[in-house]
Structure formats: structure tokens, C-alpha cells
């Protein structure tokens, strides 16, 4: 193992000095070249197997290592297609040849089962010098899966089948991850996750950063990453751009206390050629093993010129400064490239909002109907596949509503005749949603806002004919402005004429055969119009004038495949540029993601990307399902503690709602909203506007039977929110938590006073409450435990 140079050169920051060159992140590489077993690149003819199907990556787009990315230096191959370049991951054990503390770990790795682009825990043992272990939850992304919905750092233009004799013009990735480690004790091995035979993790490099247990006094202080973001914000007429600095204390966690730690406000200001810092990042407290992430506004960036980051301490004094970082100028007009479009990113309102509400309404709002496990709002595609006795959609259509009655003849009952956008939004408001998105076209094809001359096959002209989405916009900037308004858009159709020779998969376009099989033998594909191309002459359009007519401030898309997204992006982000505001788009648009976008699940472990889970209030239909009795709902204690749980892995919670064909909010699902939103008034302060922590989401030990207590950050606060009842008069979190003599813990509520609590910690670091003088049972949903940090000044 080889340190990184910056580590043996530069020396650690003493508060006590001024103006000290802070060092970089350290990192030393780990040997993995001799468990190589797997080579992933073919070039020039030769033949590799990487996902063991005869398929490779194809080598002359892989970058010859070594390669930098966000601070570390990983070994590539200087020659990919020659020999093997990766490790299959399968329980091997790797030793460190001298055991030391450990702050972060690193990894390039990329998933092998072709074509799923869903993620996998894999779980690596860290095992310390006393005997203990931690485990590490890697959620895997596999290296290509249709859509293109999850790009990775490493990407090439398509994958080599049959042993390279033949293309696959998938993109394919390698993706990198970094994560904390407890660096109580001091680490001695690595055990990799074992295999999954079905989708197998390789392993490129390894890296990690070892903690400094050399300071005698005071903190140990490195710049963990400089990014001149994509991200601004209006400072006197000025827009400023946000760039975001971490900081990190490399001492081990062990070692906290008062004089190891930074317990004052500090400010962190970036100069260079031009550059100046409009309002300074601030932070308040770092204690070892931690690391902190502020945003510094400047104005004058100019890209290709070097920035310096500056420290001050709360007297304005320099206590440190690192020169020499690129600088990047904040875009003002985007180009249709990627080159371009990857610099966009999650705005920061999105990232502090954390809860939005989906809205899935339209014509299968009308039959509502769906056997367990299957969308209700697949009700057209399940009557059609199969058409048969086979479907239960198929039978329930029969029984009732008979043969001679199709899909489309649903429209007319599509009446939105209650349709309120008022009390919607304020439901919306009340139940603690800081944005909403409203489906606009689904796969049925039938959207609700103004298609123009692009099709007939909206609620302007048939059914309730009204522009629904119009109204519903209008009303929430006029009434509810703080609420930001998104839409999702299907870029495919399943029955659309236009749309077969795009056609794939479960969308395969075409119109639809009758499932009875009576004449006329083709369904109706009412209100379509002529068109030349369905992406140049619909899908795009459409798209557009989501952005530049109803001024969206989320393009939601579903599905991806064939689209000319890349144009789309580039004038959806110069018009809200133009406008004044800032936008974002998901990762099922086909390209240039800003987050992504887990279905019906969650992440185990903290993703430090942008991400945004989805789910129904039904537990498993986003569209109203009347089959579905109201008392599986979601209720209040699922829909916090499965909020607190994303907010604590960096993640936002997109919770959707059906409405009814006229155009109501049922009693259950607006009840349940509403418990959430009661929990949300008083507690709500430890879930927007929170960071997740660094060194983990949760309780890493929980006793048996308790759901482990999540963790969120302020640069002023910490909470602690846990799913269970403190029993026995205490609640205990078995971790050590950058807190302080002097600082103060409340119980969030709305009925059992403002108490602080007394608390301590255990020889291990463990934080003890004691609850004895507060009610617990008088909390509902979550327990939310508030820290507030007591300055030095």
C-alpha cells in the first residue's frame, strides 16, 4: 500500500495557527490486482466476459488509469483488453498490512446482470483491531439497463456481445462510491460481499482514508471537496453561485471531546481572479470522524482559473486557507450535449424540501380496479395482456362492463366534476408537502393540459374538457406559492399507431387488438390526429410545453426509451434561467439525470447523490384501486417513519395519491395525509431543510426488536428520531453523536412542554436520555429528539 503524497507533505491544521495550508483528503490505494479474476474490457478483437454471457465493455471508452474522481486517485489499467482488470466479489478477505483508523472508504465498482437497472445491496465486514466489525451496504447499480436510467461516472456509447462479434447500444457504466467508517478502533481487513450468482459485483479499485490519531491538541482539519455547483441564489439583484466545500476532522471518532472538536461559528470564503464570496458558508461544529458540507456564494467565476478556500474563525481571524482548487463558472445557457446538461443538478429548494405529493389521475381513475400487486392505472395494458382468462383485469372487465365496452369508452365517465384545486392544495399544504406532481399523460396516452395540434386525446377536448393542469398550477401560484410544481410526463405509449416503430418491451405501440375479439378487430385510438413522427411531433412538443407554457419546475418523466431528451433538457433549463427559477428533471427521461428514482422502495444506506423514492398510498397501486380496502393505506406512523427514513439517507419522499374519476380525494387517503401533516408542524424542523450525517443514517446496534433511531444534521442542531417508545425512563443510541457538554435535548411534540432532558454518555460513547420526566405515550407516529448545540461563543 502506497499513501497519498499531500498526507507525508502537508502538515494538519492547529486552530491556534494562522493561515495554515490545509491538506486534501488522504487516501491510500489497497492492493486488489492479485484477486484479479474477471476481465471487463475487450479492445481490438480480443474477447473478454465480464457478466459471464460472452458480453464486455467495450475497452477503447474506458479511461487508462490512474483516474481521479471527486478527490481520490484510483488504479485503472494503463491498457485495457489484455489481461483481467477486476475482482468478482465473493466473502475474499483482504488484510491490511498495518492496521490503522480509517475515516472513508472508496470504491469503482459496476453490477453484471445486463439489462435490470435496479440496485443490490452488497455488504462488505470491516473487521477492527479488537474483534468488533461494521458492516458497509453498498446498493449496487448494474453497468446497463433499458432505460438508460442510472449513468455511472465511467461511461461508453455501448457494451460487446457474443464474445465482441456483435454491439449492444446500451450505455454502460462503472459507478464509485465512497462511505464513512467507524474509526473507534483501528481497521486490520476488508471481507467483500459474497456473490450473487444472478448479479455479481466487480470490484475495479479500492481506496481509503485513513484518520490522523498524531494531533496532540485541536482538530485535525482537511478539505474533503470543492464543487462549483450548477446551483444559485439571488443575493442584491445578483445571482450568486452556490459552491460547495466539505471539511473534514480526521481524528478518530474515539477521540471526541471538547478540545478535539469545533464547537464556534466558522466561515468558509472563496477567492480568486474576480471571485467574489457574496455570503460565506458557515458551520458550527465538527467533532472527529466527521465532516461537514456548507454552500459559499460567489459571484466572478471564470472556468480554468484556480479558487482558494479561506477559514475563519468567529473573531474573522484566517486559522486556515487551500489554494490551487479549479474553479468552474456558473452556467448561464445550456447546449443540447451531455458535456453540457451533466453540469445541471438538484436546485436547492428540492434538496431542502425532502416530502412531495404524486398525483396519479386520469382515465383509469374511472374503472379504479387492479388484483393485488398490479397498478391500477395499468388497467388498459392488464385487459389486453393477456386477453384472456388468465388476466383478472381481463375477467373483472368482463363482469363488469361486459365485452363491448373498451378502455376508451371510460373517457365520458372521466369528469372531474368535484375536481377543487383549491382544497387539494390545501390539503397538499396541511399535510406538510413542500411540492407536488401531477401526472400529465400516463401510458394510456390521455393528457390532461393542452396538447395543441399534437393530438385531441386530452381532457381539453374530451371528457370533462377543461385544461385540469392549468387549473391546478394556477391556483397553487396564486394561493399556495411556497408549494413547487412538478409534472410527470410518460414518454411512451402502449397503443399509440405512431409510437410502434419506437416500440418496446411492455410498450410496444400499435393499436390495440380487441381482448374479445369482436369487429371491429383494431381499437379506436380516440383522438389521435396525423402526425410524421411521434418524438419530433408529440413526445417533444409536449414536453416543451410542459416547460415553457406551464412552467414546470420538475419534468418527472416515466419509462425513458426513444426520446430526444438532450434537446428538451437544454431549453427546459434556459427558459427557467430566463424565468428566474430553478428546475430539475429525474433520471427516467433517458439522459442527463439530475436524481433517481427508486419505485416501491428504499435505500438501505446513505446515497450521496440526489434521490427521490416513490410510493402509492395504496401498497402497491399509484392510481386508485377501489379493491383495495382503506385500512391498508398508509397511514400517519408509515408515512413519517418512512419519510425520516429517506430524509436520513439524503433522499426526498414522493407520496402518491389517487383521486377519483370526479375528481375527489377519498376520506382515507386525505385523513392519513392529514396525520402526518399534525406529526410534521411540530417536528417537521428535524426533516426539511436537514442534511443527512456523515458517518451513518442510524443506530448501528439496536437492541432486538427496536427499529434502529435515524439521524438527521442543521449546521446547529442534530436529531435524533426513533420509531419506538424509550422504555424504561431512557433512550439509548448505541453511537457516538457529535454532541458536547452543554448541549440541550428536547422531545419535539405538541402536547408534553418544551422539557429539556438530562442526558450522558456510557465508557463506549453511547448517548443515554432520560425521558423519566416527560410522557412518551402521548407521542404519535415518531419520537423526534432535538439537539441544539451550546457555542463556545
Not at 496 to 505: E, L, R, S, T
Amino acid at each position: 500500500m502506497k499513501a497519498n503524497g499531500l498526507w507525508t507533505i502537508l502538515s494538519i491544521l492547529c486552530l491556534r495557527s494562522l493561515a495554515i495550508e490545509l491538506p486534501r483528503l488522504p487516501f491510500v490505494l489497497l492492493p486488489l490486482e492479485p484477486l484479479f479474476d474477471n476481465q471487463a474490457a475487450s479492445v481490438n478483437g480480443s474477447s473478454a466476459d465480464f457478466d459471464g454471457q460472452g458480453n464486455s465493455f467495450a475497452g477503447q471508452f474506458l479511461p487508462e488509469g490512474p483516474f481521479a474522481y471527486d478527490g481520490i486517485i484510483y488504479q485503472l489499467p494503463m491498457i485495457w483488453g489484455t489481461g483481467n482488470d477486476n475482482v468478482i466479489a465473493n466473502n475474499q478477505t483482504l488484510a491490511l498490512s498495518n492496521s490503522t483508523f480509517v475515516h472513508e472508504f472508496h470504491i469503482l465498482y459496476s453490477g453484471d446482470n445486463s439489462g435490470d437497472a435496479t440496485v443490490t445491496a452488497n455488504r462488505f465486514i470491516l473487521t477492527f483491531l479488537d474483534g468488533s466489525t461494521q458492516t458497509l451496504t453498498l446498493e449496487a447499480s448494474n453497468w446497463w439497463g433499458w432505460p438508460d436510467l442510472n449513468p455511472g461516472i465511467i461511461q461508453t456509447p455501448y457494451s460487446l456481445q457474443a464474445n465482441g462479434t456483435s454491439r449492444n447500444f446500451n450505455h454502460t457504466s462503472i459507478f464509485q462510491w465512497s462511505t464513512a467508517v467507524n474509526s473507534e478502533q483501528p481497521l486490520t481487513s476488508i471481507t467483500f460481499p459474497e456473490v450473487n450468482p444472478g448479479n455479481r459485483l466487480h470490484l475495479f479499485s479500492m481506496a481509503f482514508s485513513p484518520s490522523n490519531d498524531s494531533v496532540a491538541n485541536g482538530p485535525a482539519l482537511v478539505i474533503r471537496r470543492e464543487k462549483f455547483t450548477s446551483r444559485w441564489e439571488m443575493v442584491s439583484d445578483s445571482r450568486a453561485q452556490a459552491v460547495q466545500v466539505t471539511i473534514a476532522n480526521l481524528l478518530p471518532t474515539s477521540s471526541l471531546s471538547v478540545n478535539t472538536s469545533i464547537n464556534s461559528k466558522h466561515t468558509i470564503e472563496i477567492s480568486g481572479p474576480g471571485m467574489t464570496t457574496v455570503v460565506p458558508g458557515v458551520f458550527y461544529r465538527l467533532v472527529p470522524g466527521d465532516q461537514a458540507r456548507v454552500d459559499v456564494l460567489t459571484t466572478g467565476s471564470t472556468t480554468g482559473t484556480n479558487a482558494t478556500i479561506v477559514i475563519k474563525n468567529s473573531a474573522g481571524k484566517i486559522v486556515g486557507q487551500s489554494t490551487g482548487w479549479p474553479a468552474t463558472a456558473l452556467v448561464t445557457h445550456y447546449t443540447a450535449d451531455t458535456d453540457s446538461l451533466n453540469a445541471h443538478e438538484t436546485p436547492t429548494w428540492w434538496r431542502k424540501a425532502k416530502y412531495g405529493i404524486f398525483i396519479h389521475w386520469g382515465v383509469y381513475s374511472y374503472p379504479a380496479w387492479a388484483p393485488p400487486n398490479e397498478y391500477a392505472e395499468w388497467y388498459n395494458y392488464y385487459l389486453h395482456n393477456p386477453p384472456n382468462s388468465s388476466s383478472p383485469t381481463w375477467i373483472h372487465h368482463l363482469e363488469t362492463y361486459g365485452k363491448n365496452v373498451l378502455y376508451d369508452d371510460f373517457i365520458p365517465n372521466f369528469t372531474a366534476s368535484k375536481f377543487n384545486a383549491s382544497a387539494w392544495l390545501d390539503l397538499f399544504d396541511r399535510a406538510g408537502a413542500r411540492y407536488f406532481v401531477q401526472v400529465t399523460k400516463h401510458h394510456d396516452g390521455f393528457a390532461l393540459f393542452d396538447t395543441g395540434n399534437t393530438t385531441n386525446r386530452s381532457s381539453v377536448i374530451l371528457g370533462p374538457k377543461r385544461d385540469l393542469l392549468k387549473e391546478l398550477f394556477d391556483t397553487a401560484a396564486a394561493e399556495k406559492p411556497h408549494i413547487h410544481r412538478g409534472t410527470y410526463y410518460s414518454l411512451p405509449e402502449w397503443f399509440n399507431p405512431d409510437y410502434a416503430k419506437y416500440g418496446f418491451g411492455e410498450w410496444p405501440g400499435g393499436l390495440a387488438r380487441n381482448p374479445f375479439n369482436t369487429t371491429p378487430t383494431f381499437e379506436p385510438y380516440t383522438g389521435h390526429l396525423n402526425i410524421s413522427d411521434y418524438i419530433q411531433d408529440l413526445q417533444l412538443p409536449h414536453m416543451l410545453t410542459l416547460a415553457t407554457q406551464y412552467n414546470t419546475e420538475i419534468m418527472w418523466c416515466d419509462i425513458g426509451g426513444p426520446n430526444n431528451t438532450l434537446e428538451f433538457a437544454a431549453e427546459f433549463y434556459n427558459h427557467a434561467l430566463a424565468g428566474g427559477y430553478q428546475v430539475t428533471m429525474n433520471n427516467r427521461c433517458g439522459a442527463v439525470p439530475d436524481f433517481t428514482t427508486p419505485e416501491y422502495e428504499t435505500f438501505n444506506a446513505i446515497q450521496t447523490n440526489s434521490w427521490e423514492s416513490s410510493e402509492g398510498m395504496d401498497p402497491f397501486s399509484y392510481g386508485l384501486n377501489t379493491a383495495t380496502n382503506a385500512s391498508e393505506y398508509k397511514n400517519g406512523t408509515t408515512i413519517i417513519q418512512t419519510l425520516v427514513d429517506i430524509v436520513s439517507k439524503n433522499g426526498n419522499f414522493l407520496l402518491d395519491i389517487g383521486p377519483t374519476a370526479e375528481g375527489e380525494i377519498i376520506a382515507p387517503m386525505a385523513n392519513n395525509l392529514l396525520e402526518a401533516g399534525s406529526w410534521l408542524e411540530y417536528a417537521g424542523e428535524c426533516v426539511y431543510d436537514t442534511e443527512y450525517w456523515f458517518q451513518t443514517s442510524q443506530d448501528p446496534n439496536p437492541p432486538s426488536g427496536v427499529a434502529p433511531a435515524r439521524f438527521t444534521t442543521t449546521p446547529m442542531s442534530f436529531c435524533i428520531v426513533t420509531f419506538d417508545a424509550p422504555t424504561e425512563n431512557n433512550l439509548v443510541i448505541h453511537k457516538r453523536l457529535p454532541l458536547l457538554p452543554g448541549d440541550e435535548i428536547k422531545l419535539l411534540t405538541s402536547g408534553v412542554g418544551d422539557i429539556a432532558l438530562p442526558w450522558s454518555t456510557d465508557s463506549s460513547g453511547n448517548l443515554i436520555i432520560n425521558v423519566s420526566s416527560i410522557d412518551v405515550k402521548e407521542v404519535q407516529y415518531a419520537w423526534a429528539f432535538k439537539a441544539t448545540y451550546d457555542l463556545d461563543d
